[in-house]
DNA sequence: GACTGTTTAATGTACG
DNA sequence: CGTACATTAAACAGTC
């Protein structure tokens, strides 16, 4: 056990290797798109280990996104000023931590030339359009889609609970099971009956007229992140935190009509920094959007070094 | 100038 | 033990 002063388990090093944590970071958002500056966020408010040497790990992270094909890059529109890009999974990057091993991969996920420009590119596409209808998403994610409630998209990563129906089901809920991180703090939320519009109020997000005289309250006690922790695992949430029974109700769309960058912004900067305990940004952007229409422009451009980067993916996609 | 993104190279390490 | 994947370092170009 951790001395109470000194270490704590969460100061060693989370079981993630730099791809699930970003993958994690990624899927934890309601656009599931983070701009760079924001994965940063979510890993340092999650594990403290990783807000030391910040330096080579971002470095590293970095590395990742560019050399690893299951991340794609999405151009900001003009009207989502900011630095940098969104990352996002690539949607055929599905199960790539199916062996319930977080650390590493079974087989690194390699876009293929041949699919790149056909195949991906259709599909990429239809992730692009259908990428804001969370209740198909959700349920893709969880293997419960049909082919034909998700056409074509690609399974988002199954993380498995860490220890729990992996390849020895002990049932213990490891300190660092994907639940306890990021589902922690969700279901704190809804658990302290925190109204969704305050949530996206913080992150900037245009609140509807019927959701923000909901608005008005503070952020919940959701206590110091802390990986040790006992966190019950509900059923009602994936191991991403994002809840099984969608808290957003395809019918309801009160969102903006576009996806709104959840970038470092007053709002979601004075939330990440506050020195109170519980304000926990990646969690607030698991609110769903739900936006209609989108208007994307792909553009991946990669060189196709010695084994890695298949050629070149440069297609404009516009929805109309 | 700091941040973002790409790439190469070396080293570390998990897994079959 | 070898291979493949992961981490780290670093150079460098582009962008805000």
């Known amino acids: ?18 791809i699930s944590l970003t993958a994690m ?10 701009p760079l500056s924001d994965i940063y966020k979510f890993i340092m408010d999650r594990f403290p280990y990783y807000r030391e040497n910040t330096q080579r790990w971002q470095n590293s992270l970095r590395h990742n996104l560019s050399f690893n094909d299951c991340f794609i890059k999405i151009p900001r529109r003009p009207d989502q000023p900011g630095k940098g890009s969104f990352w996002a999974l690539h ?14 991969r079974r087989k690194r996920f390699k876009v293929h030339r041949s699919e ?8 990429m596409i239809h992730y692009f359009q259908q990428h804001h209808h969370h ?33 020895q089901s002990t049932g213990f809920k490891h300190p660092f099971a994907i639940e306890n991180i990021i589902g922690r703090d969700y279901k704190n939320m809804m658990a302290s009956g ?18 923000s005289n909901m608005v008005g309250s503070m952020w919940p006690h959701v206590g110091v992140i802390d ?26 769309q009160t969102m903006p009509a576009v996806p709104v960058p959840i970038k470092p912004t007053v709002s979601l900067a004075s939330i990440s920094t506050m020195p109170v305990p519980g304000a926990l940004p990646g969690s607030a952007t698991q609110i769903c959007p739900s936006s209609s229409s989108t208007s994307l422009h792909l553009d991946q451009t990669r060189s196709a070094p010695s084994e890695g980067k298949t050629s070149s993916l440069h297609s404009v996609l516009v929805h109309s």
Request: proline share 15%; with cysteine.
């Open 91 to 104: 949607p055929d990057c599905g199960d790539m931590f199916e062996n319930g091993s977080f650390l590493r």
């Open 194 to 211: 925190l109204p969704l519009a305050s949530v996206m109020h913080h992150l900037g997000y245009p609140v509807p007229s019927q959701l």
């Open 1 to 18: 056990m951790p001395r109470p002063g000194k270490n704590s388990y969460s100061d060693q090093k989370p079981p993630y290797s730099y």
């Open 116 to 123: 790149h420009l056909s195949a991906k590119n259709s599909q």
């Open 227 to 252: 990986s040790m922790a006992p966190m019950p695992v509900s059923p009602d949430y994936n191991p991403f935190g994002v809840p099984m029974k969608t808290i957003c109700h395809p019918g309801t």
């Open 135 to 167: 209740h198909q998403q959700q349920q893709a994610k969880l293997g419960l889609a049909t082919p034909e409630t998700a056409p074509g998209m690609g399974r988002i990563p199954h993380f498995q609970p860490y220890g729990v129906n992996g390849p």
């Open 25 to 34: 970071a990624i899927q934890s958002s309601a656009e599931k798109m983070l």
